[in-house]
Structure formats: C-alpha cells, structure tokens
C-alpha cells in the first residue's frame, strides 16, 4: 500500500510548480466532460482523471466500486454512499496507478487518452446533493469581534458559547458552485435614522470565509455519532463562502436567528478533499477553557493547518488579497461539530454539508468577513487600484483560496469564486 502521507511522492503526470493538485490530493469532484458528459473525477495538475473511463478499462478492480456506472450519476452521493472503505481503496488505487515507477496506464496510450482530459475544458458542477446544510460558529476570534461590535465589549461571548458548538440550520437549496454569480437579495432593513423599516436591495452585503465538510454516513433517527470516531464519517472538506445581508440579518434575527440574510447564496468549491489527503497537516486546537463535556472530548488533534485567503476583484480591475486566515485558529473542530449535531438523535444523509461558520484569526488581516474587516464599515479597506470597500459592491468578485503546506508538499482546494450580481425585481 502506498502512503499518502509521503512528500517525496511523484506522479507521471506533470504538476506544475505550486499547484493545489499533486499525486497526494487526489480530490473528488463532479464534471462535465466533453463527449462524456456527466463524470466524477478526480484531479492531479491539470488533468482530470475520469473515474468511470479508469473503472471501464478495468482499473479500479478490487475496490469495491459496483462498476463504472457508479461515477456516471449526477452527483458524487451514490459513490460516498458506499463507505469509507470503499472511497480509501479508490484513492489508494489512484495512487498506485498513477505514481511515476507505474507503467500500466502511462504506457497505454489508448486507455490513457480515455481516462484524462485537461482541467480547463471541464465545466464543474456541484459535487453532491446537499440534503440539509447546518452551519456553525466556531471561530472565537469571530465570535469575540461580533460581540465587541454589537453587545459587551468586556463580555463578547454568551454564556453557552465555550461550552457547544453553536450552529443554526440553513438553506441546501440556493448552495451552488463556483463560477456561479449571486443577486443582491432584497429584504426588509432599519435603518438607524428611520422610525420604520424599509424595503430594498441590501445595501451592507458580506462574504464569510469557511470551510465546510460533507457526511459521508447516513444515521438513523437516534444514533449519535460518538466525538473520537465523527471523522469516520467525513468524506471529505471544501472551501464555503456563505453570503451574508448584514442590514437585512440585524433586522430580523431577534428572536430567532438568521433567515432572509443568509439563504438567498452560498458558494461551495468544486473539488472535496479528503482527511487521508489532510493527514500531514493535523495539529492541536486552541486549549477549551473551561473544559468540555465528556461527549466533546478529543483523543487526537481535531484541527488542520489550512491557509485560507481572500480576494476581492472589482469589476474591470486586479484582484487585492483582502484576508489571510487559517483552520487551525478554529476553537471548535470538526468532530465536535458532528458529535454535537447528532448527540441529541438528529440523523445525518449523505452529502449533508456542515459548516465551520466565519473563519477569522488573532491579527486584523485575518478576518473572515468585511463586517470585521471593515469593522462595521468605519475602517474602508483600499483595493490594490485605490478604490475603498466597506461592504461588496455590484459586480465585485470575491475569490476564496486554500492550502495546507509543509516540507515541500502543498494540498490544496482551487478557488471558491462567485461574482456578485445586481439584485433582481421583486415585483
């Protein structure tokens, strides 16, 4: 068996310098290639391996795949559906066949020329079904900003906040995929010098920088998923810009939290990366104080060194990095979030997506969301052309981007882009 874990690993196919994508990855995705139509895929530089071409011409026998048809559905849920040994073999097959000393599809011309196809004649699609999508607010930098700016700045946190992953459930129906642009939502909004609420176009609208992660497992109503085994049941991680109305959300989320600001777009990258390929890069959370209770508690290091940043392009304009963030700053991990999700029965499906909430570090450059950045618009940020945002403007760009990197081996995401549109007539 090969590692995943080994840096010096090298595939036939080139890599070009810096890429997301070396042998190690080997992410999973949906798209649609040409001729074919509808594939899963994975990825290394910039080729796309056709998963259902590879299983035709009989190479990923023995892992457990029922057959090619398995990566011709419209998502990757039929394949995640069939468990974690199974995604394991596939991925370690892929190593096999495609690391340098292997001759058996490098040297065949006529399966080679089936089973790949450069990245940049493939459309992506979204990579699974998200049947409920629940996201977070595990970031304490975050939530210690938010509650400076709007409550006690000697008291930031609620009382419950160390003690539970706070998550909300949002929209699965309006997550789409990268490339995808996104109206201005209209909503009501009260203006501070306004004795009534108006109606309108958002006028304070923001990115929120995330990672999300999809269940790989379905549970039954009443099963928990216990803290120390959750990640069993990751399939694998994406980068999450979930758009945010910041006038709209003020206004109506007392008493019962976020609605219309939050489900009208979210952005999801198209390529899933799995925890074997994350594997080098675990490394301890910050220290919960006061500790948990006895269902959160780790036995192993539950978060990722994943550098995330921000772009955000003007229209006609450069792109200026805005944010430069990383995983690691989470206090609440991915398995607790799960654990928590499911401790009180909840049953999880395939393809639920569970998200991180905004990821914001320590040092004011690594605020996940120009409501920090900006700090409630009193500090415009400047553009990389002289232009100043405080909130995002029509037509802006914003582009996400992560990577983990160490002793010369880099995994990452690609982008998670979305370009914001006007908003539409309500009429």
Request: charged content about 20%; overall charge negative.
């Amino acid at each position: 068996m090969i590692s995943a874990n080994k840096a010096h690993l090298r595939s036939w196919l080139e890599v070009p310098a810096g890429s997301d994508f070396p042998l190690q990855n080997l992410p999973f995705g949906m798209g649609h290639v040409p001729v074919c139509g509808l594939r899963a895929l994975s990825r290394i530089g910039d080729q796309a391996i056709n998963l259902a071409a590879l299983a035709e011409w009989g190479y990923l026998k023995g892992t457990g795949i029922p057959g090619p048809d398995i990566f011709r559905q419209e998502t990757l849920n039929p394949f995640i559906s069939l468990g974690k040994p199974v995604w394991s073999k596939v991925r370690e097959r892929l190593l096999e066949i495609f690391s340098e000393d292997n001759a058996e599809l490098r040297d065949h011309s006529g399966a080679r020329a089936r089973c790949l196809v450069p990245v940049d004649v493939v459309t992506m699609a979204m990579p699974v079904q998200v049947g409920d999508y629940t996201d977070f607010y595990a970031s304490i930098d975050h939530a210690t900003n938010v509650g400076k700016m709007f409550r006690d700045p000697e008291h930031a946190l609620l009382p419950n906040w160390k003690h539970l992953p706070v998550g909300y459930h949002g929209r699965s129906s309006s997550i789409v995929v990268s490339g995808a642009g996104i109206h201005r939502p209209n909503g009501q909004r009260k203006p501070p010098d306004e004795p009534l609420p108006v109606f309108g176009p958002s006028t304070l609208l923001d990115f929120e920088l995330e990672v999300g992660f999809i269940v790989g497992r379905q549970t039954a109503m009443g099963e928990t998923i216990p803290v120390n085994r959750a990640e069993q049941d990751i399939f694998g991680l994406v980068l999450f810009n979930d758009l945010s109305a910041r006038d709209i959300q003020s206004w109506e989320y007392v008493p019962l939290g976020p609605f219309l600001a939050k489900n009208f777009g979210s952005v999801i990258s198209p390529w899933v990366v799995t925890l074997e390929a994350l594997q080098p890069f675990r490394v301890p959370g910050p220290r919960q104080d006061p500790p948990v209770l006895p269902y959160l508690r780790h036995e192993q290091p539950g978060n990722f060194d994943i550098r995330l940043e921000v772009y955000l392009q003007p229209e006609g304009s450069v792109p200026s990095r805005i944010c430069s963030s990383n995983f690691r700053h989470m206090y609440w991990s991915m398995a607790q979030m799960l654990a928590h999700h499911t401790v009180n029965g909840c049953n999880m499906r395939v393809g639920d997506l569970l998200a991180s909430g905004t990821i914001s570090g320590p040092e004011p450059d690594s605020y996940g969301s120009m409501l920090e950045l900006s700090w409630r618009g009193t500090r415009p940020l400047k553009l990389a052309d002289g232009q100043e945002r405080r909130f995002l403007e029509d037509m802006d760009q914003v582009i996400m981007k992560g990577y983990a990197e160490m002793d010369g081996l880099r995994i990452g995401f690609g982008e998670c882009r979305t370009t914001l549109l006007p908003s539409k007539s309500w009429t």
